[in-house]
């Protein structure tokens, strides 16, 4: 059909919740691109506290029911009903924690955004019986989603799908934007820090794998002694690890910050002489783009998303998760070379050019709104 079209996305969190990250980003560029072609657009998600129920941003409806833990099994409901008086044209998913089956809920089309699946990282995140659940709620999409087409933001999520049972040819891959204004090279070199300072960015949760950092760090400082690391964000594995630190030996160079706003987050990565990213498996891997972007170079995991984001030894070094001396030569070498750091450095502020939120909107919303079945 043509002209503009009722969209209804599905997301567990919308731009205001507190935790709202990477995903939530990119899916409000996405349906950004939807408002400014017209279409008419609602975004469902869960509640949080003193978020209100209905509220407008940015010329969308913003639609907040149920609550985290219940978010999956109200949204059917919500689906069924005041959502489907008009029915929508789209209905568009974001599988950003556990499916919500949206499939089985509506008669509208069905298209499906997928940053990563949690896979047996949730083993590493969760207790054993509410891992499991997520694991077997992933291994219905494909069951579920069939016939459905498909925007991942990486060739490892979209092997990831394709090794699920999902055809290639229901899958685009569309690499994520990225916030050119904000993420961009010192003016002068003379900005990085004085101090050889390794920063990490994201959430504080056990499969983000900051312990691995935190265990490396005494190493790193008997040969780098004036190093630092500078942790922002926050989360629930913030206390395990601020025991571990204490622990560690390294406490004394180890920074943690919370939340920062994202000017300020901007400006302490262009003066941090490495980003490190420690995950198993993520969907892209932002903030290593936006690293790049901002002159600075990367250590990363040598894991699914990070060595779709991180070229190897061109932007960066990838090194076996969990690997401690692997970890560590790679933290001292980038912080004791250089030469090596502006190279990466450079390198890293070619590749970022590449992307921009624009065209990963345009690009995407053309994919979500082709009506041919795959």
């Known amino acids: 059909m043509s002209g503009p079209r009722r969209i209804v996305a599905v997301n567990f969190r919308d731009p205001a919740h507190p935790e709202a990250g990477g995903a939530e980003l990119h899916l409000e560029q996405i349906l950004l691109e939807a408002v400014r072609r017209g279409h008419q657009v609602t975004w ?3 509640g949080f506290p003193g978020g209100a129920r209905d509220v407008e941003h940015r010329g969308m409806r913003v639609v907040r029911r149920g609550t985290w833990w219940n978010f999956n099994f109200v949204v059917p ?6 959502l489907a008086h008009p029915p929508p044209d789209l209905v568009i998913e974001d599988v950003n924690k556990v499916p919500c089956f949206v499939a089985w809920a509506t008669r509208s089309r069905v298209a499906v955004i997928v940053p990563h ?3 047996s990282t949730a083993f590493r995140e969760a207790s054993l019986p509410v891992a499991t659940y997520v694991v077997a709620l992933e291994k219905l999409i494909p069951i579920a989603y069939r016939g459905s087409r498909f925007v991942v933001i990486s060739h490892s999520t979209r092997d990831d799908l394709m090794a699920r049972g999902i055809p290639a040819r229901c899958i685009e891959i569309v690499h994520c934007g990225l ?9 002068a070199p003379a900005t990085k820090a004085v101090s050889p300072t390794i920063l990490y960015v994201g959430r504080l949760r056990r499969y983000k794998g900051v312990d691995w950092v935190i265990r490396v760090m005494p190493r790193v400082l008997a040969r780098v002694p004036d190093a630092k690391l500078v942790v922002i964000g926050d989360g629930p594995d913030r206390a395990r690890l601020g025991a571990m630190l204490a622990k560690s030996g390294a406490a004394h160079s180890v920074e943690f910050l919370g939340f920062a706003p994202r000017a300020d987050k901007a400006r302490r990565m262009r003066e941090a002489w490495v980003v490190v990213q420690p995950s198993p498996k993520e969907g892209w891997g932002l903030t290593v783009v936006e690293a790049g972007a901002s002159g600075t170079a990367v250590v990363a995991a040598d894991s699914p998303g990070l060595r779709d984001s991180v070229r190897r030894d061109v932007t960066g070094l990838l090194v076996p998760f969990g690997d401690d001396r692997a970890m560590e030569e790679a933290l001292v070498r980038v912080l004791s070379d250089a030469t090596l750091r502006e190279r990466l ?3 890293g502020i070619e590749w970022a050019a590449r992307f921009t939120w624009p065209g990963c909107a345009a690009r995407s919303l053309d994919a979500l709104l082709t009506e041919a079945r795959c």
């Open 345 to 347: 450095a450079h390198a």
């Open 77 to 82: 409901a919500v689906l069924r009903g005041e």
């Open 117 to 119: 699946l949690f896979g």
């Open 179 to 187: 916030d050119h204004e904000t993420y961009h090279p010192a003016l």
């Open 44 to 46: 469902l998600a869960s």
